[in-house]
């Protein structure tokens, strides 16, 4: 089993960036890909960003790609997401989820977090 908490989250202008963390806690956390959901008020849980279990793989949505960057590091059970250039329409709670595979649906995760607050001001 793999308990997940985010931080990093917070409130920040068009433009400016912000690195998320999620740490885990556990043993098996190599064994695990790991993903980046966000969920805006009102709206469903959308697929950010995956990292395979050695990080030598990465898939990200379009509407992120190039401005986000998803990096893990095993030694330390952490997961990271970096934001630059963020837009307001970037606001949302961001999660990160574990799972046996790099999905693209919430579904296929089976470890998640509470979620950090990404309020980004135009």
């Known amino acids: 089993q793999v308990q997940l908490v985010e931080s990093g989250g917070g409130l920040v202008q068009a433009g400016d960036s912000l690195r998320l963390s999620c740490a885990a806690s556990?043993?098996?956390?190599?064994?695990?890909?790991m993903g980046w959901f966000r969920q805006a008020p009102g709206k469903e849980r959308d697929f950010v960003t995956s990292?395979?279990?050695?990080?030598?793989?990465?898939y990200s949505a379009d509407s992120v790609k190039g401005r986000f960057t998803i990096s893990r590091d095993n030694a330390k059970n952490t997961v990271y997401l970096q934001m630059n250039s963020l837009k307001p329409e970037d606001t949302a709670v961001y999660y990160c989820?574990?799972?046996?595979?790099?999905?693209?649906?919430?579904?296929?995760?089976?470890?998640w977090g509470q979620g950090t607050q990404v309020t980004v001001s135009s």
């Open positions: 989820a574990a799972g046996p595979r790099m999905g693209f649906s919430a579904y296929e995760y089976n470890y």
């Open positions: 990292i395979s279990v050695s990080g030598g793989v990465t």
């Open positions: 556990g043993r098996t956390f190599s064994s695990y890909a």
